[in-house]
């Protein structure tokens, strides 16, 4: 199995620009986490969805954020219009059960200057 | 609000040493733990679960879990060079809620 698949691994934009953040999530996984990580508050829950239906966006940090997940496949965090403040890494995860182990993308590297 | 912390380290320990790691939660209600190493520029991988009361030993790893407290700790035993990282400590309330992860204690393993 490839993993969990997120792109693009690096992400140079500038303010007000709109970004999209891939995941595609490993296969039978039904869970799927999108999370922010940076130095000041680590790694923060976005939004979750179960069976394709979002479960949980409290933590979305605002109405410029926005997350779909039109199949079992496919993914997308979206930030409209980004801000010199989204600058972080950005992780998707997936599981199998709602016990299981979380799996990792290798990461979303998004600057905004 | 459901709070996990941890020292931010870094935790500094010669080669050979044990490291021990420590994590407290703020749910009582918590069920599940679990201990994520992240390579820095790397994402999280998983290397210890615990559930239940006592400690759980995989290797050179062992997870110590105290509900009482609230508290998790990780010793790693013979501490290598490689083991520098930063170790996230997660919690979850019940199975079908979300981790959620404290800030990671960054650990230096000195040769």
């Known amino acids: 199995d490839a993993g969990v698949i997120q792109s693009p691994r690096h992400e140079v934009t500038e303010m007000g620009q709109e970004v999209t953040l891939r995941c595609k999530p490993i296969s039978g996984h039904d869970y799927l986490f999108w999370y922010r990580q940076t130095m000041m508050r680590g790694l923060e829950l976005l939004i979750y969805?179960?069976?394709?239906?979002?479960i949980d966006d409290s933590g979305m940090p605002e109405d410029r954020f926005s997350a779909k997940m039109p199949n079992a496949s496919f993914s997308t965090l979206k930030i409209q219009p980004s801000e010199p403040r989204d600058s972080a890494v950005y992780f998707c995860?997936?599981?199998?059960w709602g016990d299981g182990e979380l799996f990792f993308g290798e990461g979303s590297r998004l600057t905004v200057l | 609000q459901k709070e996990v912390e941890q020292n931010s380290g870094p935790l500094s320990v010669p080669e050979g040493a044990i490291a021990s790691l420590n994590c407290t939660y703020s749910?009582?209600?918590?069920?599940?733990f679990f201990w994520y190493r992240q390579y820095s520029g790397k994402s999280p991988e998983l290397i210890m679960s615990?559930?239940?009361?006592g400690d759980k030993e995989d290797g050179r790893f062992t997870a110590q879990l105290n509900k009482a407290s609230q508290y998790v700790s990780l010793l790693i035993r013979d501490s290598q060079p490689s083991d520098s990282a930063t170790y996230l400590c997660?919690?979850?309330?019940?199975?079908?809620?979300?981790?959620?992860f404290g800030k990671g204690t960054r650990l230096s393993v000195i040769a």
């Open positions: 749910d009582r209600v918590s069920q599940s």
């Open positions: 997660a919690v979850k309330v019940t199975g079908n809620t979300p981790l959620v």
């Open positions: 969805f179960n069976n394709n239906v979002p």
């Open positions: 615990i559930y239940s009361n």
């Open positions: 995860a997936t599981q199998s």
